[in-house]
């Protein structure tokens, strides 16, 4: 599997930008996909996740509300819509596939993509 994410920049608070990742692999389609993110001098957090078929999401507390997922299988993309963005979501944002259902441990995750720079400024 490889991972390709795109969409980061550089957004005032209160804004949005919408991130999207693409998957390719044969497996991608039964796999979960999802994001995680690492501010500078902290560790990976995870952002939010979405099963095989898209029907269920779960989000960390901290993006609950202000950020949406969603995937299209036929494109084997995820997307992530991020809405009043706040400075602490400043980050590099990493999408990744998982077989665990609901998992927001890292290491039940996989397949990193490089990552894309999300940048909040107050």
């Known amino acids: 599997v490889q991972l390709q994410a795109s969409g980061g920049g550089l957004v005032q608070a209160g804004g949005s930008l919408r991130l999207s990742c693409k998957a390719t692999?044969?497996?991608?389609?039964?796999?979960?996909l999802g994001w995680f993110r690492q501010a500078a001098g902290k560790g990976r957090e995870f952002v939010a996740g979405i099963n095989w078929s898209g029907a269920r999401t779960w989000y960390s507390h901290s993006v609950e509300g202000r950020f949406v997922l969603s995937r299209d299988n036929d494109k084997n993309t995820v997307d992530l819509q991020m809405n009043s963005l706040l400075p602490e979501d400043t980050a590099v944002y990493h999408c990744?596939?998982?077989?665990?259902?609901?998992?927001?441990?890292?290491?039940?995750?996989?397949?990193w993509g490089q990552g894309t720079q999300v940048t909040v400024s107050s």
């Open positions: 692999g044969s497996t991608v389609p039964s796999l979960g």
């Open positions: 990744a596939v998982s077989s665990v259902y609901g998992s927001t441990q890292e290491g039940e995750w996989k397949y």
